[in-house]
């Protein structure tokens, strides 16, 4: 199985930007779709971006859309999402996630269709 270990997460003033990332280790990282949600306090986990394994192809929430930019590099086995013009609606634990292109030929968006998970990174956006 795949090893996701996300990094990058901080405190962002609004209006700011950051990037976080998503090491994968233990199979080869382009067999896998990968996407990005979040989950704020008391709410559920939602889905923010997603890219296929070659990068091809990528969705966006609606909420995020034209902000975020996902991203991956094979070659480094990493997937990143860089956000920008932040708001403080954006704070939540960021999650990657992974899904073998093999079951699948589109791009999930959903986090019942994801096997693997990394533990989170923390974005605060303060007003």
């Known amino acids: 199985q795949v090893q996701l270990v996300e990094s990058g997460g901080g405190l962002v003033q609004a209006g700011g930007s950051l990037r976080v990332s998503c090491a994968a280790s233990?199979?080869?990282?382009?067999?896998?779709?990968m996407g990005w949600f979040r989950q704020a306090p008391g709410k559920e986990r939602e889905f923010v971006a997603a890219?296929?394994?070659?990068?091809?192809?990528?969705r966006y929430a609606d909420s995020v859309k034209g902000r975020f930019t996902i991203s991956r590099d094979n070659a480094r086995n990493t997937v990143y999402l860089q956000m920008d013009t932040l708001k403080p609606e954006d704070t939540a634990v960021y999650y990657c996630?992974?899904?073998?292109?093999?079951?699948?030929?589109?791009?999930?968006?959903?986090?019942?269709?994801?096997?693997?998970w990394g533990q989170g990174t923390q974005v605060t956006v303060s007003s």
């Open positions: 996630a992974a899904e073998r292109r093999a079951r699948t030929r589109v791009v999930p968006t959903t986090r019942y269709e994801y096997e693997y």
């Open positions: 233990g199979r080869t990282f382009s067999d896998y779709h």
């Open positions: 890219i296929s394994w070659s990068g091809a192809s990528t």
